[in-house]
């Protein structure tokens, strides 16, 4: 079991850059998928992207390739998600998520453990 707390969020102009950090409290962080999720008002929360146990292996939605990463360190029960060349459209609620599963999984339902969320504005 893992529990996600986010931090890094905050208000950044277009164009700018962002680093959202994940700690996963728990003992087997390293057999776990963990996934960005993002949730802006009025809208459903939608996948972002994911890493596997295996840190080489990840997953971006079509809308974030090439502008964000995603990256982990399994010694630190951490996940990042870099943000550059941020625009407005990715104002949102931010959620870290992790699966219990060695599969890469874009859908919220085969995630088992949520953080509360960490707020980015960006700015026009």
């Known amino acids: 079991q893992v529990q996600p707390v986010e931090s890094g969020g905050g208000l950044v102009q277009a164009g700018g850059s962002l680093r959202l950090s994940c700690v996963a409290v728990?003992?087997?962080?390293?057999?776990?998928?963990m996934g960005w999720f993002r949730q802006a008002p009025g809208k459903e929360r939608e996948f972002v992207a994911a890493?596997?146990?295996?840190?080489?292996?990840?997953s971006y939605a079509d809308s974030v390739k090439g502008r964000f990463t995603i990256s982990r360190d399994n010694t630190k029960n951490t996940v990042y998600l870099q943000m550059n060349s941020l625009q407005p459209e990715d104002t949102a609620v931010y959620y870290c998520a992790a699966d219990h599963s060695y599969r890469i999984s874009a859908r919220l339902v085969d995630y088992d453990y949520w953080g509360q969320g960490t707020q980015v504005t960006v700015s026009s």
């Open positions: 890493v596997n146990w295996n840190p080489g292996t990840t």
């Open positions: 728990g003992h087997t962080f390293s057999s776990y998928v």
